[in-house]
């Protein structure tokens, strides 16, 4: 018989098994959990590697904790045994962060060859033991301290604000190359055959061109190093006329609600015309620049542009329009091109052979196409009553695109024409010329020994300036 006060010998095993179970448990539990927290990886390198550093060289390192936060980041150029630091940041540096470094190498002692780019990094996450810090990514590099040669084969030699040229050059150990007229920057295309690396670069000046500008080739290579060159070009002035354009009521009552339909109804009708004027204008002026950036790499034209026949000017490129509203002057603007005066809704043909690249309403423009020819060149024929063709139509030589109007900012029916060359608007004159084009386009072509643009000197155009019909409208946009 077993006492009321002793315990059954079964229940003390189960009690010492579940303890062992327990303590078992435990000491698993910790050591797995210290285990993961040793084995989460730590700083990750997002960098996209570079291939090559120049003299002065950019780089943007993307950095991510996996856990907690980056605590220390080193960036190191390693070059035959030797390395040095360029960026040591310290503290809680977040989770992800960028790093911008900008290696000179002058200053880093690089020689042009291999060397490597490393990335040393650690966290703030807590680990049971805490290892040696190595290098978390390492990018191999080639140091080019080189620049990129450029030699002039051919050029314009007399250019005007408000004009345009060529210039065909050779580049070596380039990536890319550019031509600039002041401020502005323009694309070149391979051209010729391919040995010879030769490009070639439609220059645009535009019309408010600061005299001294300067014409210059810039060529940069994959390592950031850059080379200009000067053009051999004699950049001359040019004076555009002005103009003094009343504002009627009637204007206003027609052409503010149309082109700017969600003016409020308290906003003075003159008020709404100096948005279109100035805010619709420039967002015109940026979608032909837009537009001007995407041009075939072959030209589709051949031969002189052609102006409409029985057609006048009478409103000019460049004019310095003054606009007056009750004898008061509320604003000024340029007029980008010519309005050509012919009989009402009269047929718009294609200046030259090209692609249609817009096609619809553009602003003050009102219903537009514009025809792209290739290399940068590009025409544009506004306020159209309707439009014939589409974007991606090729069209020849005077095919019809649409029909004059009066659509957009214009005050009676005609035609505004435009010449593009990259977007920005030069004269149409030179373009119309069939000499001009010979000695500014043609000319360099063959001083470089290069492929002239087809048909170049094929017959010039109708002449320019014939007398609008009897019923002709005189009117401006």
């Known amino acids: ?33 210290l285990g993961w927290r040793q084995s989460v990886p730590g700083v990750v390198s997002h960098t996209a590697p570079p291939r090559f550093v120049g003299h002065k060289t950019s780089l943007v390192f993307t950095l991510e904790a996996t856990r907690g936060n980056v605590a220390r980041v080193e960036i190191r150029v390693a070059q035959t045994g030797s390395s040095a630091v360029v960026v040591t940041r310290e503290g809680a540096l977040g989770q992800r962060l960028d790093i911008p470094v900008v290696l000179e190498s002058a200053t880093l002692g690089l020689r042009e060859g291999g060397a490597s780019l490393e990335v040393w990094a650690r966290d703030d996450f807590w680990r049971p033991f805490r290892l040696k810090e190595r290098a978390i990514a390492t990018y191999p590099v080639t140091v080019d301290l080189t620049p990129p040669r450029i030699e002039v084969l051919g050029a314009t030699r007399y250019v005007a604000a408000g004009g345009s040229g060529l210039v065909a050059f050779r580049v070596t150990g380039a990536s890319r190359a550019t031509v600039s007229a002041g401020k502005l920057v323009e694309p070149s295309f391979p051209w010729g055959p391919p040995e010879r690396g030769a490009r070639v670069a439609l220059v645009a000046l535009p019309w408010d061109l600061a005299p001294g500008a300067s014409l210059a080739i810039t060529a940069e290579d994959e390592a950031g190093n850059v080379a200009s060159r000067a053009l051999p070009s004699e950049l001359r002035s040019r004076r555009f006329p002005r103009d003094r354009i009343e504002i009627k009521d009637a204007f206003l009552q027609a052409k ?31 979608t032909k620049r837009r537009i001007g950036a995407s041009s075939a790499e072959t030209p589709l034209w051949e031969g002189p542009l052609v102006q409409p026949s029985r057609t ?29 005066a012919s009989t009402r809704q009269s047929s718009v043909p294609a200046a030259n052979r090209g692609a249609v690249v817009f096609a619809g309403p553009l602003t003050i423009y009102g219903n537009t196409v ?16 309707s439009i014939e063709v589409k974007v991606g139509d090729v069209v020849a030589r005077g095919q019809e695109l649409g029909r004059t109007g009066a659509t957009g900012l214009a005050m009676g029916d005609h035609l505004h024409f435009e010449v593009l060359v990259n977007g920005v608007s030069v004269t149409p004159l030179e373009w119309w010329d069939a000499k001009w084009i010979r000695d500014h386009i043609t000319k360099p072509l063959r001083e470089a020994g290069l492929p002239e643009i087809g048909g170049v000197d094929a017959r010039a155009a109708a002449p320019a300036g014939r007398a609008p019909g009897r019923n002709a409208s005189r009117q401006r946009n």
């Open 1 to 33: 018989m077993v006492s009321s006060g002793s315990v059954p010998k079964r229940s003390r095993v189960k009690a010492w098994f579940l303890v062992v179970v327990v303590v078992l448990l435990s000491v698993v539990g910790s050591v797995s959990y």
């Open 256 to 286: 503010v609600p149309e082109l700017l339909p969600q003016r409020s109804p308290s906003q003075r009708l003159v008020d709404g015309f100096l948005v279109i004027n100035r805010e619709l204008r420039r967002q015109a002026e940026e």
């Open 312 to 340: 006048k000017v009478f409103a000019n490129f460049a004019e310095m329009r003054t606009y007056l509203y009750g004898g008061r002057e509320i604003d000024k603007q340029v007029h980008y091109g010519y309005d050509l």
């Open 370 to 385: 514009i025809v792209d020819h290739g290399l940068g060149l590009q025409t544009l024929y506004a306020h159209l009553s």
